[in-house]
């Protein structure tokens, strides 16, 4: 069984695949492999029908133009595509891409055996790439907010220390005296002249 073979296995047209196939390896980049190849079957005239390719990496979309001279090549790559379907239909069946973002890509005319086996292979290489995703990027947990209730203790009230008792020097006989002295002169039991002359007796006993 030759390379070629493995890509005729649901009745594509061998010069479509040979012609595709030639072109598509030069593109494939490391580590990438075509794993299925569906070419369009119109019911009138075929001789320049579309191909869908799948590698392992992306999906390819085959255009001949300029009568077969040249071919046109888009592909769109499994980050890049939301699912994949097919609908049967009286000629063949349509495959349809969704894209992340942009409008649907659809293709008719595809035989509905390879149709079929396009859906399935595209279904799981997609599948395949959405698990690897979950697999490689870290899990965002959510981040939780510990709320952490701090009792404050009420302020200690510290009581000013008492004043210490002021020690009361006993007084001598002479300010006993001038204080009663005083305390006379201020209820106007003597005079000025009275007060003036016993303090100043008084004070020259000291």
Do not use: H
Not at 5 to 13: H, N
Not at 21 to 34: H, T, V
Not at 64 to 86: L, R, Y
């Amino acid at each position: 069984m030759t390379f070629i073979d493995k890509f005729l296995s649901d009745e594509q047209d061998p010069k479509a695949v040979e012609r595709v196939l030639g072109k598509l390896n030069d593109m494939l980049s490391s580590n990438e492999e075509l794993i299925y190849i569906a070419v369009q079957k119109k019911p009138a005239v075929n001789l320049l029908p579309d191909c869908i390719a799948v590698s392992n990496k992306r999906i390819f979309y085959c255009e001949p133009g300029n009568f077969g001279i040249t071919m046109n090549f888009k592909d769109i790559s499994w980050k890049s595509i939301k699912e994949v379907s097919f609908k049967e239909e009286f000629f063949g069946s349509k495959f349809i891409c969704v894209p992340q973002q942009g409008e649907n890509i659809a293709t008719e005319y595809i035989p509905k055996v390879q149709a079929r086996k396009l859906y399935q292979i595209a279904n799981e290489q997609l599948e395949a790439f959405k698990e690897q995703q979950k697999q490689t990027e870290p899990e965002e947990k959510p981040e939780v907010v510990e709320e952490s209730t701090s009792f404050s203790s009420p302020p200690e009230i510290v009581a000013a220390p008492a004043p210490a008792p002021a020690v009361e020097e006993p007084e001598d006989e002479a300010t006993l005296k001038l204080r009663k002295l005083k305390t006379l002169f201020d209820k106007q039991l003597i005079t000025q002249e009275e007060y003036d002359a016993k303090k100043a007796d008084i004070l020259d006993t000291l």
